[in-house]
């Protein structure tokens, strides 16, 4: 009975398969600490947005440091997400591919400039020995309005331009089933309507009104994120030949 090896041009196809299940897996599970941090550093971050004189009054600065450190966790996820994304679909279309790394590029320094001002009213906070309380309070107001703004344009904009992006993507490789990147694209015009109707104060951004219209978009990014940690991408054209292995390799 002859035994034969595994030859080359299997051993080569199957390690761009491998790569790509790496890479799915990463993107997937940067997706998922998304959730993971962004919501209890929004119920931590509560004292501060929620108390106009909370520079001046008592209390423990740690439950407010780390919602913080939780956003800045935030703002790494979507960074993360797109670099483990960006080998695989780059090959369905690079244009869009480097449009979705800038984007969550761009979100996640806008959620930093959000992290910073809180942070710096911490600062003020534990600085402050009793002098011009009045000016201090204005102060720190204004940098949580800064942070507000920057939560209307980072997580309340930037998903709408990931998701046309990715969502397309996803779609037209069919990397995964084609309801999850299509509930994206129906979320994605959603959120933008939200985001102009905060904008010019036609509804405020924490309400039944924003929640429902945001809601497509927390969904996509969710059911995305399950999929590429637990399944992977389906087989597609997208990936390399064989013979592209070869040469990389």
């Known amino acids: 009975m002859t035994i034969t090896a595994p030859t080359a041009t299997t051993a080569h196809s199957a390690a761009p398969t491998d790569r790509m299940r790496n890479h799915a897996r990463a993107a997937g599970?940067?997706?998922?600490?998304?959730?993971?941090?962004?919501?209890?550093?929004?119920?931590?971050?509560?004292?501060?947005?929620?108390?106009?004189?909370y520079v001046t009054s008592a209390g423990s600065d740690t439950r407010v440091l780390w919602g913080c450190l939780l956003d800045g966790v935030n703002a790494l996820t979507a960074v993360g997400s797109a670099v483990a994304l960006y080998p695989v679909v780059k090959r369905q279309n690079g244009s869009m591919a480097l449009g979705f790394v800038t984007s969550r590029l761009m979100e996640a320094a806008v959620i930093m400039i959000g992290v910073v001002s809180l942070l710096a009213v911490v600062t003020m906070r534990q600085d402050f020995t009793g002098g011009d309380a009045?000016?201090?309070?204005?102060?720190?107001?204004?940098?949580?309005?800064?942070?507000?703004?920057?939560?209307?344009?980072?997580?309340?904009?930037?998903?709408?331009?990931?998701?046309?992006?990715?969502?397309?993507?996803?779609?037209?490789?069919?990397?995964?089933?084609?309801?999850?990147?299509?509930v994206g694209l129906i979320g994605a015009p959603l959120l933008f309507a939200a985001f102009l109707a905060t904008l010019f104060g036609g509804i405020d951004q924490v309400?039944?009104?924003?929640?429902?219209?945001?809601?497509?978009?927390?969904?996509?990014?969710?059911?995305?994120?399950?999929?590429?940690?637990?399944?992977?991408?389906?087989?597609s054209p997208v990936l390399p030949t064989v013979v592209e292995a070869h040469q990389q390799a």
């Open 29 to 53: 599970i940067f997706y998922l600490l998304t959730f993971a941090s962004s919501i209890p550093a929004l119920i931590l971050i509560g004292p501060i947005l929620d108390n106009a004189n």
């Open 134 to 182: 009045a000016s201090l309070t204005v102060t720190a107001n204004a940098l949580v309005d800064v942070r507000n703004w920057t939560f209307l344009f980072g997580p309340g904009l930037m998903p709408v331009f990931n998701a046309v992006l990715l969502g397309t993507l996803l779609y037209r490789a069919r990397l995964v089933p084609r309801i999850i990147p299509t």
């Open 207 to 235: 309400s039944s009104t924003a929640f429902l219209l945001t809601l497509p978009i927390a969904a996509w990014e969710f059911s995305v994120g399950v999929w590429m940690t637990f399944k992977g991408f389906t087989p």
